[in-house]
T-cell receptor
Framework: GAVVSQHPSRVICKSGTSVKIECRSLDFQATTMFWYRQFPKKSLMLMATSNEGSKATYEQGVEKDKFLINHASLTLSTLTVTSAHPEDSSFYIC????????????FGSGTRLTVV | AQSVTQLGSHVSVSEGALVLLRCNYSSSVPPYLFWYVQYPNQGLQLLLKYTTGATLVKGINGFEAEFKKSETSFHLTKPSAHMSDAAEYFCAVTGGGADGLTFGKGTHLIIQP
């Protein structure tokens, strides 16, 4: 089946620095990828939809300048958390639409971001 | 717009007992419905999905769910719980197209020995 690889799985960074998270579709092309954020013991909230070759579409309330999304190729989307602060600490998960036209979504294994 | 309500943030059942996790949805377009399972610090694994056709959907690990349009429900069941079923379960909905998923708040399933 479709596989989405997300890296890194865990990252600790200092407040004020930026962190990049990568999401790769393996063996298939993903024109659309999605980025979610999950707070502890909470549900997943869609942050943005990443479209290859165009600007991402952000959900209401998500700061575009803080969460930079780049989808420069058909197999790679990146999320950069800029000028990170402790409140940005969270679990970030990416997802891609399954190939083949069926309605399915495959998720990455997630990235635990801790800002100290 | 879509929304999902999962009744019961925690559900506890005995090993071997029936598992029933409730999910109700709201959607302005015909919904596509999903159940995912998440183990600690991991991503989501698809259990099953409803897109069109048969309303009773069978998934992995013995789980199944029934789409009931009249009740706007998509409850997840498993006849006999196993210890390995202990996890967080999420119901999700989408209208399809280029939309992402809207998730419920999740239900933590606890299996008592």
């Amino acid at each position: 089946g479709a596989v989405v690889s997300q890296h890194p799985s865990r990252v600790i960074c200092k407040s004020g620095t930026s962190v990049k998270i990568e999401c790769r579709s393996l063996d298939f092309q993903a024109t659309t990828m999605f980025w979610y954020r999950q707070f502890p013991k909470k549900s997943l909230m869609l942050m943005a939809t990443s479209n290859e070759g165009s600007k991402a579409t952000y959900e209401q309330g998500v700061e575009k300048d803080k969460f930079l999304i780049n989808h420069a190729s058909l197999t790679l989307s990146t999320l950069t958390v800029t000028s990170a602060h402790p409140e940005d600490s969270s679990f970030y998960i990416c997802s891609a639409r399954d190939p083949g036209g069926g309605l399915g979504y495959t998720f990455g294994s997630g990235t635990r971001l801790t800002v100290v | 717009a879509q929304s999902v309500t999962q009744l019961g943030s925690h559900v506890s059942v005995s090993e071997g007992a029936l598992v029933l996790l409730r999910c109700n949805y709201s959607s302005s377009v015909p919904p596509y419905l999903f159940w995912y399972v998440q183990y600690p610090n991991q991503g989501l694994q698809l259990l099953l999905k409803y897109t069109t056709g048969a309303t009773l959907v069978k998934g992995i690990n013995g789980f199944e769910a029934e789409f009931k349009k009249s009740e706007t429900s998509f409850h997840l069941t498993k006849p006999s719980a196993h210890m390995s079923d202990a996890a967080e379960y999420f119901c999700a909905v989408t209208g399809g197209g280029a939309d992402g998923l809207t998730f419920g708040k999740g239900t933590h399933l606890i299996i008592q020995p």
